[in-house]
């Protein structure tokens, strides 16, 4: 698995401290990097809690643990891999050498010390900022070392009891009233003793990846992200209108599915939740825990529902970059799914997944006291079982929603 880690800049690096006969010296090995990321992959602790443990930001162990997936399969083709890396390392010798004879002794030395400094990790880079530097700012210091400046600031640390309570109650009041905003949320904390800004409250939200419910479509004057392209709400069909109450309705089993993700607190700190489910028999079909609310949470339960059930006709979920990635986007296209979004800041568009994250909570979360992520895992297992397979429904006419789904394919079949 080490090699995962190996890169082109890596092996030229190994290559120049052989030859100039000086062993680098690392705080973070690639068998290091590889130990954390696979006790992240097994998402039995939070992110706050590895960071704690092994005294590296949050955002560091996301960025290694991307870059372990994203190269995972050149552990199959290791060889493969070196030898591209060495075909571009001798053209690149060659290039230094010319360089050298071009330029000179000095410009050699320059960029000799440059690609060293390049090859150092994060936390060696961050020793080398020198705040006294007159004739050198921070932000330049950063820009020459290939940080960000924040690293530079950051200072990694579990967060403290009072602002977990913070963010638990953040979650129960907005279960309770999916229609509050921060400033409702603001004025409910303060009412509960909180002592809390708007701006925090703000920031929490986001970190919980929650927004409130508007009752009334809103235009968007956002702007697309021409990586990331947002596709149209395809649902309006399904809705109707009766009074002031907005009703969905869908009437054969995989013509929608949606996905979304949810905060979910434990004593040691949050975890992510992301589930599928089929708006027809309410069937929770694929769902995953996780302590980072990234592209790897959502590709991955899509993968398994359409492994394990025929794909869908449509597709929804709300805007956010998981599902608008091109990983995601790609998977369903390759399913030929037509896929579905949101309209910014319109939750309710996706109110079937919504309204089961509130009975989860509600019938789960909030009435157990689950000590670990191990213990999470354990009860939402058990909850799910139970949803699908034991607990009536009442909108499917108080069916079970597992045997709504099974029963339609078998009658298809």
Known sequence: MVVLFLNKDRIINKINEKQMGKKQIRNFTAE?????????????STTAQLST????????????????????????????????????????????????KALGKATVERDWAVGKLGSLDISNKKSLVDSKLKTLSK???????????SVVYYKAKVMSLYNLNILNRIDEIYTDNPDYGYRYIHRQLLEDGFNIGK???????????????YPHRKKSTSIKDIGHKIHSYLLEPYW??????????????????????????TNGGFVYLAAIIDWHSKAILSYKLSNSMDSALVTDILKEALEKYP???????????????????????????????????????????????????????????????TELKEGINNYMDKYNNQRFHSSIGYQKPMNVYRDYLQNVA
């Open 199 to 213: 701006d925090r409250v703000l920031k929490y939200m986001g970190t919980m990846g929650i927004e409130a419910i």
């Open 240 to 265: 109707t209108t009766s009074g002031k109450t907005n009703t969905v309705y869908v009437p054969h089993v995989n013509q929608v599915w949606s996905g979304d993700i949810t905060y979910i607190r």
């Open 311 to 373: 794909a869908p006709q449509i597709f929804n979920s709300d805007q956010g970059s998981q599902y608008t990635g091109h990983e995601h986007t790609g998977i369903l296209k390759e399913n030929n799914i037509e896929i579905s979004m949101n309209g910014k800041g319109r939750s309710i568009d996706n109110i079937v997944i919504e309204r089961f994250f509130r009975t989860l909570k509600y019938n789960c979360i909030f009435i157990n006291d689950f000590k670990d992520v």
């Open 139 to 149: 932000a330049r210091q950063c820009e020459l070392l290939q940080i960000s400046r």
């Open 32 to 44: 290091v990097k590889t130990k954390i990321v696979l006790e992240m992959l097994k998402e039995e």
């Open 53 to 100: 443990k092994y005294e590296v930001s949050a955002k560091t162990m996301q960025n290694w643990k991307k870059q372990f997936l994203n190269n995972a399969p050149l552990a199959f083709e290791s060889a493969k891999a070196v030898s591209e890396f060495k075909d571009q390392i001798d053209g690149l010798k060659t290039q230094n050498d010319e360089l050298a």
